[in-house]
């Protein structure tokens, strides 16, 4: 059995929290990203990271016949497509007025982000297979040409229906992190130089100064350095480059890193369910927006992270409940 990396995990933990603290934000106080500081920042690496998470533990060094290929989409279809729909039309249908036929010309709307991961995963599996017969370099080059173009293409398709909108966004980060994977000696000898990590980070706070104060700085120079572009790799390496220099603390069992574990081993869970937790609090927002301006970030974070802690613990709860039942975890 391959023993599982704990900050990894803890990896997938974290950014399932600034998920669930992003969606808490918007649905629960109406604040967006673009009015906080604090979530414009963790904008900059959180969906690339989980992106880049996916395509790092999706890579695996096997042969890959026919029986093997269909085996590995029907797990994903099960894992990825049966769950979406069940927990959409009990959502949208139920809590949120939705006919049954609205996925149809609305799309998956919150629930877009299973069936984007399945499109990329159906891609690489496919591009496996089909390339069996082929060296690995050209496995490769096949890799790096949708990467390309997945950058070159950014947001050409807006299909609600597909999500191929976020497919073309993030798609060059799961590749990325497949490559990663593969050449894991040469990525974690740059991953773990003191001076690497010191450029990234320093290099990341800064673009981030630039990028939140555009107004000031003039939105000519945003243009220019591609700051959008340049944000999520920095955010997503720096941030990989710090999980990864603690990896140690991450496998130790400590309480509060077990749970950061543990939430990155259901975030399938946490994602379908947190949907029916989140309140509407709007009018309170209205009333206290002093919480979210960029003086009291520390106050908005306390917030935003409470609400969601406690709405990980209740889907954490009913994912239990419905894992009690073997057929209903099997396919739920």
Aim: a positive charge; charged letters at 15%; one cysteine or more.
């Amino acid at each position: 059995m391959i023993k599982r990396l704990g900050y990894i995990d803890a990896l997938r933990g974290i950014t399932m929290l600034l998920v669930i603290f992003s969606h808490v934000e918007l649905f629960t106080f109406g604040v967006v990203y673009t009015e906080s500081l604090i979530n414009s920042f963790f904008v900059t690496f959180r969906m690339p990271l989980f992106f880049f998470i996916s395509g790092f533990i999706a890579y695996k060094k096997v042969v890959w016949d026919k029986a093997y290929y269909i085996q590995m989409l029907k797990k994903k279809s099960k894992i990825q497509i049966l769950p979406t729909l069940f927990f959409y039309f009990l959502f949208y249908c139920i809590c949120g007025a939705e006919t049954p036929l609205s996925i149809f010309y609305k799309g998956p709307q919150g629930y877009w982000f299973t069936l984007t991961l399945f499109y990329m995963f159906f891609i690489y599996y496919t591009i496996m297979y089909l390339s069996e017969c082929l060296s690995s370099r050209y496995k490769d080059y096949i890799g790096a040409l949708i990467y390309i173009g997945g950058m070159k293409y950014y947001n050409l398709w807006r299909n609600p229906i597909l999500c191929l909108i976020y497919l073309s966004r993030y798609f060059e980060f799961f590749i990325l992190g497949i490559f990663c994977r593969k050449y894991y000696s040469v990525f974690e000898r740059y991953i773990s130089s003191e001076r690497v990590k010191s450029v990234l980070i320093l290099s990341w706070l800064l673009c981030f100064i630039i990028a939140w104060n555009e107004t000031i700085i003039g939105l000519t120079l945003i243009h220019i350095f591609n700051l959008e572009f340049l944000l999520r790799y920095l955010g997503l390496f720096s941030v990989f480059a710090l999980f990864y220099h603690y990896r140690n603390t991450f496998d130790s069992e400590n309480r509060i890193v077990r749970g950061l574990r543990f939430i990155g081993r259901r975030t399938l869970d946490i994602y379908l369910l947190h949907y029916f937790f989140l309140p509407d609090l709007k009018s309170f927002a209205s009333s206290y927006s002093f919480i979210f301006t960029p003086q009291n970030t520390v106050i908005e974070l306390g917030v935003g992270l409470s609400f969601s802690i406690v709405i990980v613990l209740m889907c954490l709860g009913v994912s239990a409940i419905i894992r009690s039942s073997p057929l209903l975890g099997h396919y739920l």
